[in-house]
């Protein structure tokens, strides 16, 4: 009775949901994680988090890590406010466990000019980049053209808001970052965060030689996840793969505990 209620409650929003809303639409019919590596956090359940969530875009970071956890909380920052419906939508989907702002995140509180990548009538948001250096890069060309299967693109430009995460004086267990070549700028906002807490860090793997060194020197270690067998695999540099998770020996500890059967067993945390 209840699947048959769950079933018709999604045709029904199916319905109402505007079509370019393709992450959304997607996650609703599948019921899993847009990206293998978010079944990570699926070994997350029982913390509450805070996840602060840097990149929303429309918001299926938060929607497949609900689809495999049940305990998280998850602040989600997205800088364009074109997607602002996608996030209230989700808001409503998960009220108690999820919450948006309008706002990226750098150096320091202030505004910026997000560049959007617009094929015909269709806005690439997935790839809008703070960083228009970013655009000159062959792989994201290719990628670009390869999402919109045009050979041509053009550039958008939109102001934003940005501010920084240590401002914010918050107290995150875990941040994603997936922010189109913004890594170091969004990483240096965060120093004194980093610090004090430690948080486990997804981030997309780009550009790892201009922000990985920053992390080496606070002491954080980089890992993937492979999911079958489960574990959580300490590497030294580039590898294949399309998110990274950093880890600090002084990361919370009830995280730790939770990933303890993942990590290698000469890696231990700093109380040990």
Same mark, same amino acid.
């Given at each position: 009775m209840i699947d048959s209620l769950k079933k018709w409650l999604i045709t029904v929003i199916l319905r109402i949901?505007?079509?370019?809303?393709?992450?959304?639409?997607?996650?609703?019919?599948?019921?899993?994680?847009?990206?293998?590596?978010?079944?990570l956090f699926q070994h997350l359940n029982g913390l509450s988090g805070p996840v602060l969530d840097l990149g929303a875009n429309y918001g299926q970071?938060?929607?497949?890590?609900?689809?495999?956890?049940?305990?998280?909380?998850?602040?989600?920052?997205?800088?364009?406010?074109?997607l602002r419906w996608a996030l209230r939508f989700v808001r409503c989907l998960h009220p108690w466990r999820f919450r948006y702002r309008l $706002?990226? @995140?750098?150096?320091? !509180?202030? =505004?910026?000019?997000?560049?959007v990548p617009q094929a015909g009538r269709e806005d690439l948001t997935t790839n809008a980049s703070l960083d228009i250096e970013e655009f000159d890069k062959k792989y994201v060309r290719k990628r670009l053209q390869e999402y919109s299967g045009q050979q041509d693109y053009q550039l958008q430009e939109v102001a934003v808001k940005l501010t920084s995460v240590d401002r914010e004086n918050l107290s995150p267990a875990i941040i994603k970052i997936d922010v189109e070549g913004w890594e170091l700028q969004t990483l240096k906002g965060m120093r004194e965060t980093l610090i004090r807490h430690y948080p486990m860090l997804m981030i997309e793997l780009n550009n790892h030689r201009r922000w990985y060194p920053w992390l080496q020197q606070?002491?954080?270690?980089?890992?993937?996840?492979?999911? $079958?067998? @489960?574990?959580?695999? !300490?590497? =030294?540099?580039?590898?294949?793969?399309?998110?990274?998770?950093?880890?600090?020996r002084d990361s919370p500890p009830e995280l730790l505990?939770?990933?303890k059967p993942l990590l290698p067993a000469d890696w231990q945390p700093a109380d040990t």
């Open positions: 949901i505007p079509v370019r809303w393709q992450h959304i639409r997607w996650q609703l019919v599948n019921g899993k994680p847009h990206e293998a590596d978010i079944y970071f938060a929607l497949s890590v609900f689809s495999v956890n049940t305990t998280l909380q998850i602040e989600s920052w997205e800088p364009n406010r074109q $706002q990226g @995140a750098g150096t320091e !509180p202030g =505004s910026a000019t997000l560049h606070l002491g954080y270690q980089l890992f993937i996840y492979q999911q $079958q067998p @489960a574990a959580l695999l !300490p590497i =030294s540099g580039y590898a294949k793969t399309l998110n990274v998770f950093c880890l600090h505990n939770k990933l």
